[in-house]
């Protein structure tokens, strides 16, 4: 199950008390105090691993504590120090607090190992309290308390590229054949429930992460559909890669336009993001002038038809794409809008190239 959202109380341990002892041995006369101190309280961390990909294991629990330290002894003995809780997570995942909304941890990095409560002090023995004027001291200290905090884990996948568009645009069959993911593809909508990662290799060595989110519809910013639900987990990408369905009863402006205003709604921060438009399903076309419609996207953002082909696109249909040489990328346009089809590979290899070298020139 995908789990992305828990919300839970989390404590450290207290520390052991201290000791009130003396000293009772044969042929010792008068031996004094000698009551050890208490061990420290559990610590508690957070650490990454790449092992786990979602929240699942803190489905249902609500209080989550380190153990207690345990009381000191006779003999000037430590009280036993508590183990540390580690509580592992995907990267990605932030540690919000519960009341104030902060962001109190920001966990990205394979590995990466935060304390993030510290354990409550063991308390002293009475053998500290012995002095001239009180050599039977029969007080210790109690241990210090635990740090408690009511927090939320919230998980946002980390990837180079998301995905953007309505449901059934051909988005996980896109994933599915230009990376190693390997999501449902139905021929019905919201097939996709929970967000999805692949790999794009385009060359032995050189690689990209790409993320699927459920599909965005009409209303979605006031809760409908489920792919607001999800859209945190683009937050983190680099590139918005806007999937629009030629075939649709809605025209391609009128689909990018919903779009744009849906991500808008629910951040600015994330509307403004590098983005890029590959127009699916040209094999499924039914309209009267695909070539027509095409130019006309491309005309009505303020584009010009490209000539370049630096990728290998397929010049069967008309396609755009910024110059980057000399640093000119204009962050108001997409980088390339660029007809394929999953189906027929149309396009497929020279979408991976571009958003690559897109990437790379966009750090």
């Known amino acids: 199950m995908f789990i992305d959202s828990v919300k839970f109380k989390i404590s450290s341990g207290k520390g052991g008390q201290g000791c009130a002892s003396f000293r009772r041995e044969k042929f010792v006369v008068k031996g004094g105090p000698d009551g050890g101190d208490g061990g420290k309280g559990g610590d508690v961390y957070f650490k990454v691993d790449n092992n786990t990909d979602t929240l699942s294991w803190y489905k249902g629990k609500t209080v989550l504590k380190a153990e207690n330290g345990k009381q000191g002894m006779g003999k000037k003995m430590t009280g036993k120090s508590a183990p540390t809780l580690t509580l592992t997570v995907p990267p990605g995942t932030q540690v919000i607090d519960a009341d104030t909304k902060e962001v109190l941890l920001d966990l990205l990095e394979e590995g990466q190992e935060v304390k993030f409560l510290e354990g409550g002090k063991g308390g002293l023995g009475n053998v500290h309290f012995k002095n001239s004027r009180n050599q039977r001291p029969t007080y210790f200290q109690p241990g210090l308390p635990g740090e408690t905090k009511e927090i939320r884990l919230e998980l946002k996948l980390i990837a180079d590229v998301g995905l953007v568009g309505y449901p059934n645009v051909g988005k996980s069959t896109l994933i599915s054949t230009i990376s190693n993911a390997e999501p449902e593809v139905a021929n019905y909508e919201f097939t996709t429930l929970t967000p999805k990662l692949g790999v794009v290799e385009v060359g032995e060595y050189s690689s990209f992460v790409m993320a699927d989110i459920p599909g965005i519809i009409d209303g979605a910013s006031d809760g409908r559909g489920l792919g607001i639900e999800f859209l945190k987990h683009i937050e983190r990408t680099k590139t918005l890669l806007f999937t629009i369905d030629v075939s649709n009863h809605r025209t391609i402006i009128e689909q990018f336009k919903i779009l744009k205003e849906e991500l808008k709604k629910f951040s600015v921060e994330l509307s403004g993001r590098n ?60 980088y390339f809008v660029l007809p394929i089809s999953s189906v027929t590979h149309l396009n497929t290899k020279p979408i991976g190239y571009a958003l690559y070298e897109f990437l790379g020139k966009n750090k």
């Open 275 to 334: 983005y890029a438009i590959a127009l699916t399903k040209v094999d499924a076309y039914y309209g009267e002038d695909l070539m027509k419609d095409i130019n006309e996207f491309i005309n009505e953002l303020d584009l010009e038809v490209s000539n370049s082909n630096d990728f290998g696109f397929d010049k069967k249909y008309p396609y755009y794409i910024q110059d980057l040489t000399m640093n000119r990328y204009d962050k108001n346009k997409p």
